[in-house]
DNA sequence: CGGACATTTGAACCTCATCAAGGGTCGTGG
DNA sequence: CCACGACCCTTGATGAGGTTCAAATGTCCG
């Protein structure tokens, strides 16, 4: 049904940490109500399919549907292929996130491994049947989407209307909240993806957010470690940096 | 619980087409299902409020949390608000449709009459609370915000990787399936936002808008007539400068 | 028919993409 | 542990697509 692509390097199989069942645990613990009946539970355990990916592999979906996934482990990017070398991504996901894969039209989607990934997919319409008569399910799924849509249009405004310096800032301060680490005031990031990611979700070329990060670092907004190592100062700067509504907190 | 701000001329009453309870009616017959108790319809009826907007009139959401809009009649946008006269047009919606509106956070969010409207809006709270033991309406409503998702992340691709001319064949693409009407093969569009929406929707200018259409219809491709009005040739002289992916059909 | 306002058109400018090297970083193998 | 090498990232120079500013033209409403 899935199939693995390798685009350079064989698939690593490094550490597989989890196994099906161990997967498919985290998945119940995270997403589906304590309360549900075992007959559910097993029935959206056999609905699920487990895959792992190594770093740069993507999960193509065959069947032409809308998928669900859910991150086991790692971190992942939702991709578009607008066209021959113009992917847009739409989305990065972490551990213990849910979201939904569009199924292709005017252009494809697959799910990429930012780091070895461990990672639970449903087909939309095996997912809805079960879920449907199940509201504790259904609200917990309109809760994610309706954070992906919001991201999505945050996302939106920063394409349509945001300098490649204030589109920085926002990635930046968005990354900080969903897996930066505080230690005495300052925000330390491991970013898991690489320049060219970041320019491929922010619209951008590689080269105009390495010159923006450079910027960011002479002006002290910024510090950098390595090529994944980011050190924010004071939040407030960057937020400056936004674009964002004035009167915000 | 509501504001309507009137920026040019004053609100134009016109003819009020509907009541409240013709309003709710037609978003029952839409998105609650047939089934449901009266005693539940009513207190659906009891969480909504409604709004008649003038053209270009716009409704705040004063308290800041979510809400589901309902469009009665008429024709919305969506607006984010960037910062001063930096607005992104994040989703336009029509007659019979339903959508949710963000909170407020890094940006502000509105809804505003593309023509006179009626309109429905329920705080989230409040309709969360009504659905959350509703399947029925869960799923309606899940439904909805999924393709909401959907047409965001295609409009995120167009921001983020398409020329401004390929942005425009989107636009219309998109406009003709949704409010297009057909008459012997070629399609007509009465275009109900004006160039300055169409830029802000698509992440251009209005001059850059203005000049791609001139450009599409001094190559054939479109004729227009009038402000609103567009006829579409083949449709796929469009679709070829849309750049979607080859093999899709 | 007149007038306000939306749209079109034109010209100069600017941000960011593109093309092209030159450094760093990190993993691998000795 | 160090050194090599591949790849990623940075930096520089140039150019194009789109914005901005300005003005003419069209459209539609009263």
Chains 1, 2 share one sequence.
């Not at 199989?13 to 075992?38: C, G, H, I, V």
């Not at 998928?67 to 113009?86: C, D, M, P, Q, Y």
């Not at 991504?89 to 569009?102: L, S, W």
């Amino acid at each position: 049904m899935t199939w693995i692509k390798a685009p350079a390097g064989e698939p690593r199989e490094k550490t597989r940490m989890t196994t099906f069942a161990e997967a498919f645990q985290r998945f119940a613990d995270q997403f589906l109500p304590p309360n549900l009946s075992d007959a559910m539970h097993l029935r959206f355990q056999a609905a699920a399919r487990s895959s792992q990916l190594g770093r740069e592999n993507s999960l193509e979906f065959g069947d032409g549907g809308q998928h669900i996934v859910f991150v086991v482990r790692g971190a992942t990017k939702l991709v578009a292929h607008a066209s021959e070398s113009r992917d847009q991504i739409v989305a990065f996901h972490f551990a213990g996130e849910v979201f939904t894969v569009p199924e292709p039209g005017n252009h494809s989607y697959s799910v990429s491994a930012l780091k070895d990934c461990d990672i639970l997919s449903f087909r939309w319409t095996d997912f809805s049947t079960l879920a449907s008569s199940e509201p504790a399910v259904l609200r917990r799924l309109l809760e994610t989407t309706m954070q992906s849509l919001r991201r999505c249009r945050e996302n939106a405004i920063g394409l349509g209307r945001k300098t490649a310096g204030e589109r920085i800032a926002v990635f930046l301060l968005g990354m900080a909240e969903r897996i930066g680490s505080e230690q005495d005031g300052r925000i330390f990031l491991d970013l898991p993806m690489s320049r060219r990611d970041i320019a491929e979700s922010l619209g951008l070329t590689i080269e105009t957010v390495s010159r923006q990060l450079t910027k960011l670092k002479e002006e002290g907004v910024i510090q950098t470690a390595g090529r994944s190592g980011v050190i924010l100062g004071a939040r407030g700067h960057l937020r400056d940096r936004a674009g964002f509504l004035l009167e915000a907190a």
